[in-house]
């Protein structure tokens, strides 16, 4: 059974950082894009952060990147977000999403990941 867990969530303060971690289970990641998503209440999910399956390319949404960094470790089956300079817009459910196919392009769109985490909570204060 395949299955995604993320974790690292939590409560911080504005220009405060965080570490997210997916570990994924029930077959081996290492030639799949992954993803990392969040949704704010009342907002549709939106796309954060991808890397591909070679883990050289990486992709963030404008209001990330800079702040954000998405990486993997294929021999722990673990998807990374390092979340620096964290903003009160930032909260929201971080999910993880993962592709079945193996050695695809990288998808910045929710439809076309086929695995998802149950998601984390990341608030801000101000």
């Known amino acids: 059974q395949v299955q995604l867990v993320e974790s690292g969530g939590g409560l911080v303060q504005t220009g405060g950082s965080l570490r997210l971690s997916c570990a994924a289970s029930?077959?081996?990641?290492?030639?799949?894009?992954m993803a990392w998503f969040r949704q704010a209440p009342g907002k549709e999910r939106e796309f954060v952060a991808a890397?591909?399956?070679?883990?050289?390319?990486?992709y963030y949404t404008d209001s990330v990147r800079g702040r954000f960094t998405i990486s993997r470790d294929n021999g722990k089956n673990t998807l990374y977000l390092q979340m620096n300079s964290l903003k009160p817009e930032d909260t929201a459910v971080y999910y993880c999403?993962?592709?079945?196919?193996?050695?695809?392009?990288?998808?910045?769109?929710?439809?076309?990941?086929?695995?998802w985490g149950q998601g984390t909570q990341v608030t801000v204060s101000s």
């Open positions: 999403a993962a592709k079945s196919s193996v050695r695809t392009a990288t998808p910045r769109a929710a439809r076309d990941y086929d695995y």
């Open positions: 029930g077959r081996t990641f290492s030639s799949v894009a």
């Open positions: 890397i591909s399956w070679t883990g050289i390319s990486t």
